[in-house]
């Protein structure tokens, strides 16, 4: 079983070119559920011992726990990806993860900031120490751009298309996309970049964001940063990179775009996965009913 899960994990990240941060997720669900049946005392010798109750078992071991519905079935998806791959690859005759059912998943509302919030998180000084220049553009991108914390980090010089206000950034999947920069986001940009330049060239010319160490900034590194840059503006519960890909998202749809076009910018595969930011929206989306539409009763 083991080494069918390696092979496995072998061709999401050479054939299928998942990102690292997608292949460990792979990895640690699929350790999970071996340490599952581990426990159980009936350790598989084979992917063909593995039935549909023990795939059951499993997911009913983890929500008796308490684990998160959202959590629950991207382990799931992990199993059915794996065994669908074991059946094509005629290492199993039938598959045991068809008809898995799922407990139901409660669509949360993302955490994000006003417009009052964000525009005090973008006005900090760029001046002073190179790190507030860096800060400062990494805070633009983020929420000028709406880019994950990973599709941050992995940036390097050679995507920056200042002339074009634009970068060319590599998503989930490794599927790249163009993302339109603002002129806030392209002047901070350009101050970090004559800040960054004269000292890493020659040892670090690759990286768009260095660490104090001179190498490539890390996700945890960019989550320490976001959260002390959120945390001086608003005692918001959630502060991370994701809120403000969340803001970037809402602001959008606030001032009128078009679900389709913010799905684009997200890199989202499917509509759907866009869809969470209407809720958010609704209170721009009543105000024009109201405004609009003549029973909305506000007629003067």
């Keep these: 079983m083991q080494t069918a899960i390696s092979r496995f994990l072998f061709h999401l990240k050479n054939e299928r070119n998942l990102s690292p941060e997608t292949l460990r997720a792979y990895q640690g669900d699929l350790a999970q559920f071996l340490d599952f049946v581990t426990q159980e005392g009936k350790v598989p010798a084979s992917p063909g011992e593995i039935d549909r109750g023990r795939l059951r078992g499993f997911l009913s071991n983890l929500l008796r726990h308490g684990t998160d519905p959202v959590s629950i079935a991207r382990k799931a998806s992990a199993l059915r990806t794996l065994f669908k791959y074991l059946c094509r690859e005629e290492v199993i005759t039938s598959n045991p993860a068809i008809g898995l059912k799922l407990p139901k998943r409660t669509r ?64 989930k999947g490794r599927k790249q996309r163009i993302v339109p920069l603002g002129m806030y986001a392209v002047r901070a940009l350009e ?110």
């Design 108 to 171: 949360r509302v993302p955490g994000f900031l006003n417009e009052m919030d964000a525009q005090a998180l973008m006005s900090a000084p760029a001046s002073g120490p190179e790190a507030a220049v860096r800060d400062r553009a990494i805070l633009e991108l983020l929420y000028g751009g709406g880019l994950r914390a990973s599709e941050l980090v992995n940036l390097n010089l050679s995507d920056v298309d200042l002339k074009g206000s634009a970068l060319k950034v590599s998503g």
């Design 191 to 300: 101050a970090h970049l004559v800040s960054r330049l004269p000292r890493s060239e020659s040892r670090y010319p690759d990286p768009l964001f260095l660490s104090k160490s001179g190498r490539r900034l890390t996700t945890a590194g960019l989550r320490t940063l976001v959260k002390r840059n959120i945390r001086r503006v608003t005692q918001a519960t959630k502060a991370s990179p994701h809120v403000l890909r969340h803001t970037f998202a809402t602001h959008l749809l606030n001032r009128g775009a078009d679900l389709r076009a913010v799905k684009e910018l997200l890199g989202h595969s499917r509509l759907s996965t866009t869809q969470i930011y209407t809720h958010v929206a609704m209170d721009r989306l009543r105000k024009v009913y109201d405004q609009a539409h003549p029973r909305s009763g506000n007629e003067e």
